[in-house]
């Protein structure tokens, strides 16, 4: 007799009353009635629901996903793979607003002080102001927040331009050495570790080995600064831990 109304609405984590809307517009109309007139939904009920569900998660008007799952030329591949090439667009735009947050988070730890208009143009389409609580609360008491915020006081529009487009050169050919295949733990590798440190120290805050090691497990083990390097190359951000704690230890022998 299939599945009642209300062991679907459980399953799916929907409400009856959905269900009972999907019926009256014919969105999903359960195959089968039992004898005192009550829905029963069958397996192949239960395989549109879901691709109903998946589609309105993408934000797909009721409308439009009765065109696509009633269209005659598509077939459950066809589905799949209109549903595959959705959820990579949608990871690709959470990776880059997550790359957003990051630098929003970036440029209020390092004290940025720019008009309005400036901040758009050098860190993009995000407000460096919105995590400022959070970014205090974790690094406010550390002298490096107090150095960097000393050393970028200064900055006009063109140095913060300038750092930033060192950082994402420098990210760039991180990711063209992996692209090439070279194991974290190469000269090459070191070596842009070691220019990363650097670049830290003359930008920010004196970065030494230790401190720059901690800052290799914060870009893993934070979700966050994970995505912000992975948007440059799948995978960067574990790659350009192992290379800093590599170089680290090359240094420290």
Request: with cysteine.
């Amino acid at each position: 007799m299939g599945y009642s109304v209300g062991q679907v609405a459980g399953f799916a984590g929907v409400t009856v009353r959905t269900l009972h809307h999907y019926d009256e517009i014919g969105l999903l109309v359960p195959g089968e009635r039992s004898h005192a007139g009550h829905r029963r939904y069958s397996d192949a009920d239960l395989d549109r629901l879901q691709r109903i569900l998946f589609y309105r998660e993408l934000g797909f008007p009721l409308d439009e996903v009765a065109v696509l799952l009633d269209d005659p030329d598509a077939d459950p591949r066809a589905h799949l793979r209109r549903q595959h090439e959705l959820l990579t667009a949608r990871i690709e735009k959470l990776r880059k607003m997550a790359a957003a947050v990051e630098h929003a988070m970036e440029a209020r730890r390092m004290g940025i002080d720019l008009t309005p208009e400036e901040k758009f143009e050098v860190f993009g389409d995000h407000d460096p102001e919105q995590y400022e609580e959070e970014v205090r609360r974790r690094w406010g008491d550390t002298e490096a927040y107090r150095q960097s915020r000393e050393r970028t006081a200064s900055y006009t529009k063109e140095d913060w331009k300038r750092v930033t487009a060192e950082l994402d050169a420098l990210h760039r050919r991180m990711a063209a050495l992996m692209d090439e295949g070279l194991p974290a733990d190469s000269e090459a590798a070191m070596d842009t570790a070691e220019e990363h440190r650097r670049l830290i120290t003359g930008a920010y805050y004196d970065c030494g080995y230790e401190m720059h090691t901690c800052l290799g497990e914060m870009y893993v083990g934070d979700p966050r600064f994970t995505a912000t390097y992975d948007a440059v190359r799948p995978g960067l951000a574990a790659w350009l831990r192992d290379a800093i704690v590599a170089n680290a230890a090359r240094h420290s022998s």
